[in-house]
């Protein structure tokens, strides 16, 4: 299975700076089929970025993916106090799909 | 708007089994790969199933193939999970999600999700 390793395990920053999450891939993903979710305390996550970099349905575009192969990227510029949030890779290329561990936001 | 509103969690004692339900509405249902994720207490996302849009197709993850079937009813719009020989460490929230609408027979991604259902094994 895909291993997905995403790092920094915590990242703590100031409203209207950027956050830079890392997450990469033990083997590399075919057709970028990696996604991005945020998770709110308490409630179900939220799928922000699929395929690398396209935004899903209603999501600021404060929020960018980048990346191919094993390396990708999520980017929040313009930090908002509401986007203290558990972010989580994922891999949907193949079976089993994989996720990564996470990075806590702390706003 | 789509809706996911799943059902059937409560305490099991380990070894036992049973069933959770996720009833849909807002979108086609017969036209969607529908999936299961889990959460433990204070832990990430664990991906535990997906079904194809017209049930052919199944996938499961390495932790509970062989104990748990994921099946759909098309006619009720619904989708479920049957759990069985449970352990203490599939205690968890567990998510109904949807993939995405007219996509392929089989869509790994996971675009839209339920609010989860908890399901404790513990004796």
């Known amino acids: 299975e895909i291993v997905l390793t995403q790092s920094p395990g915590t990242l703590s920053l100031s409203p209207g700076e950027r956050a830079t999450l890392s997450c990469r891939a033990s083997?590399?993903?075919?057709?970028?089929?990696l996604a991005w979710y945020q998770q709110i305390p308490g409630q179900a996550p939220r799928l922000l970025i699929y395929?690398?970099?396209t935004r899903a349905t209603g999501i600021s575009d404060r929020f960018s993916g980048s990346g191919s192969g094993t390396d990708f990227t999520l980017t929040i510029n313009r930090l908002e106090p509401e986007d203290s949030a558990v972010y989580y890779c994922?891999?949907?290329?193949?079976?089993?799909?994989?996720f990564g561990q996470g990075t806590r936001l702390e706003i | 708007q789509v809706q996911l509103a799943e059902s059937g969690g409560g305490v099991v004692q380990p070894g036992g089994s049973l069933r959770l339900s996720c009833a849909t509405s807002?979108?086609?249902?017969?036209?969607?790969?529908m999936h299961w994720v889990r959460q433990a207490p204070g832990k990430g996302l664990e991906w535990v199933a997906v079904?194809?849009?017209?049930?052919?197709?199944?996938y499961y993850g390495d932790s509970v193939r062989g104990r748990f079937t994921i099946s759909r009813d098309n006619s009720r719009n619904t989708l479920y999970l049957e759990m069985s020989s449970l352990r203490t460490e599939d205690t968890a929230v567990y998510y109904c999600?949807?993939?995405?609408?007219?996509?392929?027979?089989?869509?790994?991604?996971?675009?839209?999700w339920g609010q989860g259902t908890m399901v404790t094994a513990s004796s």
């Open positions: 999600v949807r993939a995405r609408e007219n996509n392929s027979p089989v869509d790994f991604l996971c675009e839209i």
């Open positions: 807002g979108f086609t249902f017969s036209r969607s790969a």
């Open positions: 079904i194809s849009y017209d049930g052919s197709d199944k």
């Open positions: 083997q590399t993903i075919g057709r970028s089929y």
């Open positions: 395929g690398a970099s």
């Open positions: 994922q891999q949907y290329s193949v079976s089993p799909i994989t």
